[in-house]
């Protein structure tokens, strides 16, 4: 893979040979990710453009010759090339950026259908390397339909003699991320933050907002002669509301199953079978939760948790610890249990297609289980976004509510919560006395209504 990289100067006066001389460096940096070759393209004031290329560069003053005093922009691309698409004997006509006189495009990432867009859009070109289709194609649909015509992965970085003052840069899940550098008169970016030292300069990443699907795209336009930085995100046609809720049976996750499915998502229940004590109860709840939803559920094993052990949920020979020691501190700890489950969850969204996956993480228990808090979550949305081809939204609607404001979102949601099982054991009843127990229990005293579910001790 490659790294792309450039600047646009926000000051026209600003001294372009201290602008070159910062960016020699990120240059430098973006080697390790592409060894292969290295090119600049620059666009001056005027819209006149300048390229310069080197094949296994070692060193990088070669870009001087495009950074003019009147150099508006520059795109750069340190270039690896795939297996599939190694050229042995290399021309310029080889290197990136790629370009058809107006647009000039520097690409990281794979595109695998640039062989059907040449034919579609009559595309031609002096090289086989997939990025070359990249210009024309912006050039003849516009930058929005084209980042939706490609199969595959891409950062793209966008300039046009046309708008010698305008730098675009679009993504899916490849990663840019920008510098501004006022006392430089320019901004900055690369592909990664370590290219461009020293990183408190950073000022923000092109990385999806938690409020975006990470199934759209992110779109920034830089205006160089105002500074401002504008981003847009771009839905790709094909979005289906379908989500897979992982679902234990208790209150917060049946409850977030319904809050999902009031969303308008097409929702399928998801239980890992791990050898908890409740197992049987718990499915039984789920089975129950799905029919009354008229949804779809699924059972998957993940026998090899109960063999690891260290939880007295997995192994009967641990006790279980009661009351309020059990509700606030994670004694039944599951090692990773969250995190495995939503990886393996995430497998699933890439094998059938689920552009949501939904946990029911609480902000209580994100007190006593580091798995429960929202830089949980928030954190593993970002890795989700850039580690699957599906790219699944991972939402977690309870993450900021107690218990008692729970239970008073599910009545008002009309959520079968009279159906969920939330002790630890998997007795008739529930036993009234582990840590889920103690903790339903007063969150219904707080909110001052009658529990549905029976228990063995109150």
Not at 79 to 106: C, H, I, M
Not at 206 to 219: A, R
Not at 381 to 386: E, G, S, Y
Not at 410 to 428: K, Q, T, V
Request: hydrophobic share 35%; net charge negative; charged share 20%.
């Amino acid at each position: 893979m490659c790294a792309i990289s450039g600047f646009i100067v926000t000051d026209l006066q600003a001294d372009r040979q201290r602008i070159a001389e910062h960016y020699i460096k990120i240059l430098e940096r973006g080697y390790e990710r592409g060894k292969d070759a290295a090119g600049v393209l620059s666009i001056d004031t005027n819209g006149v453009s300048r390229r310069s290329v080197q094949i296994y560069p070692q060193q990088f003053d070669f870009i001087y010759e495009s950074i003019t005093q009147d150099c508006s922009l520059l795109i750069a691309n340190n270039q690896a090339e795939l297996t599939t698409e190694y050229v042995r004997t290399k021309t310029e006509a080889d290197v990136q950026p790629f370009g058809n006189g107006t647009v000039f495009v520097s690409h990281n990432g794979t595109i695998a259908n640039d062989n059907e867009l040449r034919q579609r859009y009559n595309i031609q070109t002096d090289t086989k390397i997939d990025s070359a289709v990249c210009p024309e194609l912006i050039y003849q649909i516009g930058v929005e339909n084209a980042i939706q015509e490609i199969t595959g992965s891409f950062a793209l970085a966008i300039a046009d003699s046309r708008q010698p003052r305008k730098l675009r840069l679009a993504r899916n899940y490849n990663p840019l991320v920008l510098q501004v550098r006022s006392d430089l008169g320019a901004i900055f970016f690369a592909s990664l933050a370590e290219h461009l030292l020293p990183e408190q300069d950073i000022q923000s990443q092109l990385t999806q907002p938690p409020v975006i699907s990470p199934q759209t795209y992110s779109f920034l336009e830089i205006d160089g002669d105002s500074g401002e930085i504008s981003q847009e995100t771009i839905a790709p046609r094909d979005r289906n509301k379908q989500a897979l809720v992982i679902c234990s049976g208790g209150l917060d996750s049946v409850t977030t199953a319904k809050w999902a499915q009031l969303q308008g998502y097409d929702i399928t229940l998801l239980y890992f079978l791990y050898g908890c004590r409740a197992e049987k109860r718990e499915m039984e709840s789920v089975r129950q939760v799905a029919e009354v939803l008229g949804c779809d559920y699924r059972f998957e094993e993940l026998n090899w948790l109960k063999k690891v052990g260290g939880s007295s949920l997995t192994d009967e020979t641990i006790s279980v610890t009661e009351n309020e020691t059990g509700a606030e501190f994670a004694h039944e700890w599951v090692p990773a249990r969250n995190l495995i489950m939503t990886s393996l969850a995430a497998g699933l969204c890439d094998r059938y297609g689920y552009d949501t996956l939904v946990l029911g993480l609480n902000l209580e228990e994100s007190g006593a289980y580091p798995d429960n808090t929202v830089e949980f979550y928030q954190t593993l949305d970002h890795v989700l976004n850039i580690g699957t081809t599906s790219r699944p939204r991972l939402l977690s609607p309870l993450a900021n509510l107690v218990k008692h404001e729970i239970i008073k979102d599910a009545l008002e949601m009309d959520a079968p919560i009279h159906l969920s099982w939330s002790c630890y054991h998997g007795n008739e009843k529930h036993c009234g006395q582990c840590g889920p127990c103690y903790m339903r229990r007063s969150a219904f005293h707080i909110f001052d209504t009658e529990d549905s579910v029976e228990y063995e001790q109150v």
